[in-house]
């Protein structure tokens, strides 16, 4: 693609990758959660793989399967964690630890270090949906050869 | 509520304006271009309905992932439709 195409992609990509991040982060608070940051950041690599051209992805293959397994992974075994009580207990919310605090009554702004379970489980997620549509758009990149046309 | 109504209606004219856009045009590139905006305005009617949620996943899969999916096909194929 052309200079100006290759420019903006260049200080997008960033933007995209962390407004993904927040998204997913924020997925118990405001709209959104795991799929749909996920889909916000693979949207990032369908914009470094249209503006770079199919070789500049050619290595996160591997690395965005890899990804996609452990999402899977972690969302099942965050499932097993209340397994003392019934699968998918949140054994986390409440406990005062990672994401543990009490969550305010009333009207309140939100409080980020709150859900328990449910953000770690939105970051599974979100990790599976990176991994998963940045698996296929770089197979669907580099299928028939990898020409920078 | 009512300019917001009227909001709605002129955001589903231009989608389906976008759609029909995306048929009849012969460019594939131009094509596509014209799906991406319709599936923009649609994300906007679905926060217009009071459903950021899907509106985000709209923005997303539907105008971000596809567009980039048919612009490679394109990319890998041809440029103009054969008559």
Redesign the interface.
Known sequence: MSVVVKTIARILLPVILVFGGY?ILHGHLT???G??GG??A??AV??L??AFGPGSVKKLKAPFSILEDLGGVAFVLLGFLGIGTTFFFNLLAGSGGLFGAAAPIGPNPGVLNTGGTVPLMNWAVGFKVLGG?GAV?VL??L??GDDD? | MTILAILQVVVLILIVAGSVLAVWLKDLLASVIALAGASLLLALQFYLLQAPDVAIAEAGVGAALTTAIFVLAIRKTQRKEEE
């Open positions: 998204v709209p959104g959660g799929f749909q889909a916000v693979a949207s369908a914009l793989l249209v549509l758009m669907f990149g299928f028939g046309r």
